[in-house]
């Protein structure tokens, strides 16, 4: 009997040290994604650095292979890579409650600070110094966007086959396909035509959850099916974000593709001046770029519809980085896969230039945008300024130029 209640009062008391460790873990992601996510400009490239500068230079949290191995998985899956490079790091680092913290913490500030520009925008939008403002703004974001599509171009253009690829994409593009249809479309035929030695390596596919399939075949699916709305309710604001969440290959600026075909052509819920000031805004504020779903979501339905946009667009990553982490590592090894994302990254630069193109014909009006475009193209060209400060910098060029005519 006494045995049986020292047992009992020991369980609790070998307890209360392992759940403070994990506590004080939780803590520590929490303080370290928030600070990053309020500071982490640039980009993705910029986010990750950030990342890894503070887990495995600084805190030695994991090593520089287990940082990269985390890195190629999470270019395998859709959804944001930094995002879930932060997802990632809080499941190694404190288990499914470091994942939610982690990612959440990482992903907050950037909703907040974008919220606060929309809700500005929609009191203040028509003012003239916001609209000179953003006059600046847009043009400075075409060249950042640009240099983008140039560097990832050089990457994705590994031979002759993927550059015939890019250019059938582009075409499928300005002929109003799908995006979705692109992206996949052109994975399966580069796949197809690349025709690796590794005949075996099919029989990875059979390792891919059934869930995290069916997702993604049912999100394909909703993009062809979904009807034409006037207005949104908050649940088709979220049932599209969480589609474009889910099949979103290619990193933050394939989002715009996505978003001028859906919002722009489909539905008509915004014009391609309010997207074009939606990437403004999210290009400006530090965080994933995906916050620009925030900034959507809040000019169609307010604060509600800023915090369902928000949670839906990310929402499909958490599920992929805990679904798909026991086979990303063998998927890596598999030639077939390789050449299928190698095609879908194709396809992603082809439609980042197409709807570059679309938001240039709108941003380049009058001298004054030429004139911002154009320096703020030289000054990414000749120096490795972070893009945030090139953006606030042609915002307020718009403001001086404005005042001077």
């Known amino acids: 009997m006494n045995d049986d209640r020292t047992r009992a009062g020991e369980l609790p008391l070998r307890l209360v040290p392992q759940t403070t460790a994990i506590l004080g873990r939780l803590r520590e992601l929490a303080g370290l994604f928030l600070k990053l996510g309020a500071i982490s400009f640039g980009g993705p490239a910029a986010h990750i650095a950030l990342i890894e500068g503070e887990i495995v230079r600084k805190r030695q949290w994991v090593t520089r292979q287990q940082f990269l191995d ?42 907040l600070i974008t919220g606060a520009f929309a809700w500005a925008y929609v009191r203040f939008g028509t003012l003239t110094q916001a609209g000179s403002i953003l006059s600046g703004i847009k043009p400075a974001v075409i060249a950042v966007i640009a240099i983008a599509i140039w560097r990832l171009g050089k990457t994705a253009v590994r031979d002759a086959g993927l550059a015939v690829l890019g250019g059938l994409a582009l075409a499928a593009f300005f002929l109003g396909l799908n995006p979705i249809v692109i992206l996949f479309g052109g994975g399966l035929l580069g796949m197809l035509a690349q025709r690796p030695r590794a005949v ?119 599920f992929y980085v805990a679904l798909l982490a026991p086979v990303l590592f063998r998927l890596r090894q ?68 404005a005042a001077l005519r």
């Open 70 to 111: 985390m890195l190629g998985a999470a270019n395998l899956i859709p959804g944001p890579t930094s995002t879930q490079m932060a997802i990632n790091v809080g499941f190694v680092r404190a288990g499914w409650a470091g994942l939610c913290v982690a990612g959440a913490s990482f992903i907050l500030p950037a909703a």
């Open 200 to 318: 075996g390596a099919l029989m990875v596919w059979p390792l891919l959850p059934r869930r995290g399939l069916s997702f993604a075949v049912l999100a394909v699916a909703s993009a062809a099916l979904a009807p034409i709305v006037a207005r949104p309710s908050l649940t088709r604001i979220g049932l599209f974000f969480l589609k474009v969440g889910a099949v979103l290959y290619g990193g933050g600026y394939v989002l715009l593709a996505f978003l001028e075909q859906g919002l722009v052509q489909q539905h008509a819920w915004l014009t391609q001046r309010q997207l074009l000031d939606a990437v403004a805004i999210g290009q400006f504020t530090p965080g994933p770029v995906l916050s620009t779903a925030t900034f959507i979501g809040y000019i169609l339905g307010g604060a509600p519809g800023a915090a369902v946009a928000t949670v839906a667009i990310f929402l499909p990553s958490f």
């Open 334 to 401: 598999s030639a077939w896969m390789a050449a299928f994302l190698d095609s879908v990254n194709m396809c992603a630069v082809a439609l980042m230039a197409g709807v570059t193109f679309k938001l240039a014909a709108d941003a380049l009006r009058g001298w004054p945008a030429w004139v911002i475009a154009i320096a703020a193209l030289a000054i990414l060209l000749r120096w490795k300024l972070n893009p945030a400060w090139v953006v606030l910098g042609g915002g307020v060029a718009g403001l001086l130029l």
